[in-house]
T-cell receptor
Framework: AQSVTQLGSHVSVSEGALVLLRCNYS??????LFWYVQYPNQGLQLLLKYTTGATLVKGINGFEAEFKKSETSFHLTKPSAHMSDAAEYFC???????????WGAGTKLIIKP | EAGVTQFPSHSVIEKGQTVTLRCDPISGHDNLYWYRRVMGKEIKFLLHFVKESKQDESGMPNNRFLAERTGGTYSTLKVQPAELEDSGVYFC?????????FGPGTRLTVT
């Protein structure tokens, strides 16, 4: 069975510092990979996705993620954190043969002034 | 273009009562999904409609949950009778291709 692991339920960074949110997945076949964000009192919004092709994927709000098949990872990064990035971030995987998303437990990103 | 909408945004009911959640997908999206997040846990898949047909309901926890999508438009998720462990946030999503668009969720509290 597929699973997604997000390291750290809470990550705290200073404003202007690098953001790194980790995601590892288990899959026997190449998956589709997603990062979603949930801002306070809002729904889930797609940040970026990897389906095929280039392994470095750029998303909204300056975020990007790199698919590394050898490490089964899809870590999310942003060079410089803003206060507005404070939210909960979810990594998810989807098999080509099945539309359902398998989710990580989520990571709350805290930005310190 | 209107996004996915869900109603109500928040529902508080007593154990044993019935609650019906509604989801209106983006117009033209054949695929509709329900997910649930119990507090402190990961989001879990409940079921997937393609138009009005249930494509995959492997995530439905038990027969107290009933989902419908009449006419292939909006969907309802009924919980009857509700139990304490049903509390959580219920998300609906719709898609035409690979990207799923999510609604704001319904927070269900069973007391």
């Amino acid at each position: 069975a597929q699973s997604v692991t997000q390291l750290g339920s809470h990550v705290s960074v200073s404003e202007g510092a690098l953001v790194l949110l980790r995601c590892n997945y288990s899959s026997s076949v190449p998956p589709y990979l997603f990062w979603y964000v949930q801002y306070p009192n809002q729904g889930l919004q797609l940040l970026l996705k990897y389906t095929t092709g280039a392994t470095l994927v750029k998303g909204i709000n300056g975020f990007e993620a790199e698919f590394k098949k050898s490490e089964t990872s899809f870590h999310l990064t942003k060079p410089s954190a803003h206060m507005s990035d404070a939210a909960e971030y979810f990594c998810a995987v989807r098999r080509d043969s099945n539309y359902q998303l398998i989710w990580g437990a989520g990571t709350k990103l805290i930005i310190k002034p | 273009e209107a996004g996915v909408t869900q109603f109500p945004s928040h529902s508080v009911i007593e154990k044993g009562q019935t609650v019906t959640l509604r989801c209106d997908p983006i117009s033209g999206h054949d695929n509709l999904y329900w997910y649930r997040r119990v507090m402190g846990k990961e989001i879990k898949f409940l079921l997937h409609f393609v138009k009005e047909s249930k494509q995959d309901e492997s995530g439905m926890p038990n027969n107290r949950f009933l989902a419908e999508r009449t006419g292939g438009t909006y969907s309802t998720l009924k919980v009857q009778p509700a139990e304490l462990e049903d509390s959580g946030v219920y998300f609906c999503a719709s898609s035409q291709f690979s990207e799923q668009y999510f609604g704001p969720g319904t927070r269900l509290t069973v007391t």
